[in-house]
């Protein structure tokens, strides 16, 4: 199966940019779980060629995970054109943001909280093992065992202490509440996307462990919110670099600035930003 592609799309900085974290580079192919289907995809210039799981009939499913139909002209012509947001655009040139699962991106950033993206991928793995349903990839990816991520009711009836198994710590009480939350109705996350940007952070902070970075991770990964703006350690330490003469800044301020000089699309430059710093290997103290 080949999926056309923006000229533009780099399918590594994509998958390695911090976004998410099912997928593993086999030969020249990354493998990822995504919801209940298994999809190995290597780039061909402006190509996505894509074995799939059996469960998947047509390249629709591909196209609108690798959301193909986007153009990235506007954003990028959208970007402020300073000496870092350049030298961003050519260091993590190609990024796009994927259409992935809200659950599975929730959770996945209540998990990543205090946890490197190694961590992270091992938890996340481990869960599914223990609570995901196994994945029929057919004789064309004859790989190990995958499985997709628990739904919310799975989660809703596990106990914390059996979620802890999976390595993911105090997380576990976050989780669970979290998905209790969802499965009561507390939280309609159907309306997220329709909510002004405040707004929807402000109800997802009311989710247990979820503070004002893994909620705008959570906007940004989960319902395409191209306002939402992550500011965690490495972005403030960019920032306040790049922006402010290496002082330390608040975050209010910080993300106050964002949405002033960054624009509509601030969660796009992020990512650029954020890729760059950690392909320079910029290391925070």
Not at 4 to 10: G, L, R, S, T, W
Not at 95 to 111: M, N, Y
Not at 245 to 265: C, E, R
């Amino acid at each position: 199966m080949y999926t056309y592609i923006d000229p533009k799309f780099n399918l590594k900085n994509t998958l390695l940019c911090g976004q998410c974290f099912r997928w593993r580079l086999h030969s020249d192919t990354y493998y990822g779980v995504v919801e209940s289907h298994l999809l190995g995809v290597r780039q061909n210039n402006t190509q996505l060629h894509v074995t799939v799981s059996p469960s998947v009939s047509n390249d629709q499913f591909v196209r609108d995970y690798f959301n193909c139909a986007f153009s990235s002209d506007e954003i990028l012509k959208s970007f402020p054109i300073d000496v870092y947001v350049k030298q961003a655009m050519v260091a993590s040139e190609g990024i796009r943001i994927l259409k992935q699962d809200l659950w599975e991106t929730i959770a996945s950033f209540i998990i990543s909280i205090n946890k490197n993206i190694p961590a992270i991928i091992t938890i996340i793995e481990n869960l599914s093992m223990q609570y995901g349903k196994k994945i029929d990839v057919g004789t064309s990816l004859d790989l190990k065992d995958h499985y997709s991520f628990p739904d919310i009711a799975t989660i809703a009836r596990t106990t914390p202490s059996a979620l802890r198994e999976s390595g993911m710590g105090f997380r576990a009480e976050y989780l669970s509440k979290t998905s209790q939350m969802i499965e009561d109705g507390v939280i309609d996350l159907s309306n997220l996307k329709k909510m002004g940007i405040d707004e929807a952070l402000s109800v997802l902070q009311t989710l247990p462990g979820v503070g004002p970075k893994v909620a705008n991770c959570i906007l940004l990964y989960g319902c395409n919110r191209y306002d939402a703006f992550p500011i965690d350690v490495w972005m403030k330490r960019i920032l306040e670099e790049c922006y402010f003469k290496g002082n330390k800044v608040p975050l209010k301020k910080l993300g106050q600035f964002a949405k002033k000089y960054f624009g509509p699309y601030r969660g796009y430059v992020q990512q650029y930003l954020y890729y760059w710093a950690r392909s320079q290997g910029k290391k925070n103290k």
